[in-house]
């Protein structure tokens, strides 16, 4: 059973729409994060999720992490395509690894 | 400054047979992690290191097994590889309790 749920597993958009991703868990985290990976590199971090109820921003990119710690979302405006690739939420249950959800992958159609 | 560097990107090995892969962290890093990630998932712990010491392994066999060295690069080394060893793996470094950052992986394909 995977820790962490992320839904959709595919998405494909065409450039200029919005969309979200989610990450979904029965356990409470301290913290989340938020990868992204393009094909042939590895997860590049975009942003740490401390505090229930936090809501961080970056550029058109926004990071919400649940009340209850539990969840959290990744919501693109406008996308364009090089918004491509695959988002990946990981949390740290303990204090030496990542455990990571399977990824949503995301494809932006010019 | 360099980021995390791994070796080789990309290699074919045959059922059976033993594979090292090679990471070297960025410089002032101490902690290394490995992780496997087998195509359309996300990826799996496997081990830590810090300090040349073992902090944590991942739910892998016996047949996974890891050092690190005086100057902070590792080593993997898969023995008696199978199929489903085929997949890419990630080194990532940080300082302690720190961002991790990684490396672009090794892609490992078992023929």
């Known amino acids: 059973t995977q820790l962490l749920e992320q839904s959709p597993q595919f998405l494909s958009i065409q450039e200029g729409e919005n969309l979200t991703v989610y990450c979904n868990s029965s356990s409470v985290f301290s913290s989340l994060q938020w990868y992204r990976q393009e094909p042939g590199e590895g997860p590049v971090l975009l942003v740490t999720v401390v505090t229930g109820g936090e809501v961080k921003k970056l550029k058109r990119l926004t990071f919400q992490f649940g009340d209850a710690r539990k969840d959290s979302s990744l919501h693109i405006t406008a996308a364009q395509p090089g918004d491509t690739g695959l988002y990946l939420c990981?949390?740290?249950?303990?204090?030496?690894?990542?455990?990571f959800g399977a990824g949503t992958t995301v494809t932006v159609r010019a | 400054d360099a980021g995390v560097t791994q070796s080789p990107t990309h290699l074919i090995k045959t059922r059976g047979q033993h594979v090292t892969l090679r990471c070297s962290p960025i410089?002032?890093?101490?902690?290394v992690s490995w992780y496997q990630q087998v195509l359309g998932q996300g990826p799996q712990f496997i081990f830590q290191?810090?300090?040349?010491?073992?902090?944590g392994r991942g739910n892998f066999p016996d047949r996974f097994s890891a050092r690190q060295f005086p100057n902070y690069s590792s080593e993997l080394n898969v023995n008696a590889l199978l199929l489903g060893d085929s997949a890419l793996y990630l080194c990532?470094?940080?300082?302690?309790?720190?961002?991790?950052?990684f490396g672009e992986g090794s892609w490992l394909t078992v023929v």
């Open positions: 990532a470094s940080s300082l302690i309790h720190n961002t991790i950052y």
């Open positions: 290191y810090y300090e040349k010491e073992e902090r």
């Open positions: 410089s002032g890093h101490k902690s």
């Open positions: 990981a949390a740290i249950p303990n204090d030496y690894k990542l455990s």
